[in-house]
């Protein structure tokens, strides 16, 4: 392949913003130290990494997936589910519970309430701050 153009790779990456990213990314690693996956004959990183999507030596894909993975600041480890132990241990603490309330009597619990002129006497009754120089 003489040249390379656009038109080379735009069937294998559709959206030409998207191929650009892609490329500059590859270029980018390849000035880095990146394996090249075709002859360079004296190209540039930019045409060798367009050359290689066009040949299809590199997933697209996985291209994209590189790019996103070096431009998370904040990457979430998924760890393994222990969902049986947890079940387990949630029934026994729901058994527990209901042998505790079986035996005790129930609390009512009362909050103080207040109506509201209650409230707007209150409020009345406050004192507004003194103003001073630093407010």
Same mark, same amino acid.
């Given at each position: 392949?003489?040249?390379?153009t ?17 490329a ?38 996985? $291209?994209k @997936? ?5 431009l998370?600041?904040? *990457? =979430?480890?998924? /760890?393994? %589910? +222990? ?5 387990? $241990?949630i @029934?026994?603490?729901?058994?527990l519970?209901?042998?505790? *309330? =079986?035996?005790? /009597?129930? %609390? +009512? ?7 509201? @002129?209650?409230l707007?006497?209150g409020?009345?009754?406050? *004192? ?8």
């Open positions: 392949m003489a040249r390379v656009v038109e080379d790779c735009v069937d294998k990456v559709e959206n030409r913003f998207e191929l650009v990213l892609l500059s990314h590859r270029a980018r690693q390849i000035s880095q130290g990146g394996q090249i996956t075709v002859d360079r004959d004296n190209d540039k990183n930019p045409v060798v990494a367009l050359r290689e999507i066009a040949d299809e030596t590199l997933s697209p894909d996985d $291209l @997936e590189d790019l996103i993975h070096s998370q600041r904040h *990457v =979430e480890i998924d /760890e393994p %589910e +222990v969902a049986a132990p947890i079940a387990g $241990l @029934e026994a603490g729901d058994e519970m209901e042998s505790l *309330v =079986e035996g005790t /009597e129930e %609390e +009512v619990i009362t909050f103080d309430s207040m109506s509201e @002129e209650e707007l006497a409020i009345e009754g406050l *004192v507004a701050p003194e103003k001073n120089d630093d407010f």
